[in-house]
């Protein structure tokens, strides 16, 4: 992995969160679990969804479970 970018679910940014919507950070596991730990400390849902072409690991946040609306 060669990068972090976080996003949200329905593209609206959540309160309480400090991160913005595809908002990036260098990879390293120490930052993805801080930046995964923050966001479950908050009450949040959170996937994790790499994708091999890019080497980028995706954050996806919400406030649910991830489904239609």
Same mark, same amino acid.
Do not use: A
């Given at each position: 992995?060669?990068?972090?970018?976080?996003?949200?679910?329905? $593209?609206? +940014? $959540?309160? %309480? $969160?400090?991160?913005?919507?595809?908002? +990036?950070?260098?990879? /390293? @596991?120490?930052?993805?679990?801080?930046?995964? *730990?923050?966001?479950? /400390?908050? %009450?949040? /849902?959170?996937? !994790?969804?790499? @994708? !091999? +072409? =890019? +080497? =980028? $690991?995706?954050?996806?946040? *919400?406030?649910?479970?991830?489904?239609?609306?």
């Amino acid at each position: 992995m060669k990068k972090i970018v976080v996003c949200y679910w329905h $593209l609206r +940014e $959540l309160p %309480g $969160l400090k991160y913005k919507h595809q908002q +990036e950070f260098e990879y /390293s @596991t120490r930052k993805r679990n801080h930046i995964v *730990d923050d966001i479950i /400390s908050k %009450g949040y /849902s959170v996937m !994790l969804r790499p @994708t !091999l +072409e =890019t +080497e =980028t $690991l995706i954050i996806w946040i *919400d406030k649910y479970r991830f489904g239609q609306r």
